[in-house]
Antibody, heavy 118, light 107 residues
Framework: QVQLQESGPGLLKPSQTLSLTCTVSGASIRSGYFYWTWIRQPAGKTLEWIGRIYVSETTNYNPSLKSRVTISVDTSKNQFSLKLISVTASDTAVYYC??????????WGQGTLVTVSS | DIQMTQSPSSLSASVGDRVTITCRASQDISNYLAWFQQKPGKAPKSLIYAASSLQSGAPSKFSGTGSGTDFTLTISSLQPEDFATYYCQQYKIYPPTFGPGTKVDIK
């Protein structure tokens, strides 16, 4: 059974870079077939799809974040990562990693809270 | 972006009730719709994909219908573990977008 676990700093200052890693167990990113996705949720609000990556390193990003986002994959560690530059308070949210066959997530990590505050 | 709306925004129901939640898309999305359940402080869980297909591991008390712009999620007999917020997501038109959620609580 696939499990996903987010990790990374929980507190950032404005203008810094958010870097999160998702460690996958119970499934191999290298095997293909699935996309590996990042989604976020500000407190009390709905979910926002950030982007996804395939094992071939093909990526798709939400146009609203595309200029600031990079998603990468490390198949040797069975991990994929999110980088978001120039963060502001509006980037404060719980960040989830997920596995998807398409754009709809099937399996989710537990989420990690990232707070941007000076 | 496609706008997703859900109604009601919240509802109160009793154990054993049949509950229906509606999701509407601002454009035709065919059957490219998913439903998720989220409990406070927890990650969402996937329930339905392709509007009416039950996700592996999701209980059969959940069912989805609809196509085009109007969709419904039905819980056949509400149980204590079903009190949560439910979100729809369209994935026909890029970027994928989620509805604002429907909170189901205890009457």
């Amino acid at each position: 059974q696939v499990q996903l676990q987010e990790s990374g700093p929980g507190l950032l200052k404005p203008s810094q870079t958010l870097s999160l890693t998702c460690t996958v167990s119970g499934a191999s990113i290298r095997s293909g077939y699935f996309y590996w996705t990042w989604i976020r949720q500000p407190a009390g609000k709905t979910l926002e799809w950030i982007g996804r990556i395939y094992v071939s390193e093909t990526t798709n990003y939400n146009p609203s974040l595309k200029s600031r986002v990079t998603i990468s994959v490390d198949t040797s560690k069975n991990q994929f990562s999110l980088k978001l530059i120039s963060v502001t308070a509006s980037d404060t949210a719980v960040y989830y990693c997920a596995r998807s066959r398409g754009y709809d997530p099937e399996n989710w990590g537990q989420g990690t809270l990232v707070t941007v505050s000076s | 972006d496609i706008q997703m709306t859900q109604s009601p925004s919240s509802l109160s129901a009793s154990v054993g009730d049949r509950v229906t939640i509606t999701c509407r898309a601002s454009q035709d999305i065919s059957n490219y719709l998913a439903w998720f359940q989220q409990k406070p402080g927890k990650a969402p869980k996937s329930l339905i994909y392709a509007a009416s297909s039950l996700q592996s591991g999701a209980p059969s008390k959940f069912s989805g219908t609809g196509s085009g712009t109007d969709f419904t999620l039905t819980i056949s007999s509400l149980q204590p573990e079903d009190f949560a917020t439910y979100y729809c997501q369209q994935y026909k038109i890029y970027p994928p977008t989620f509805g604002p959620g429907t909170k189901v609580d205890i009457k």
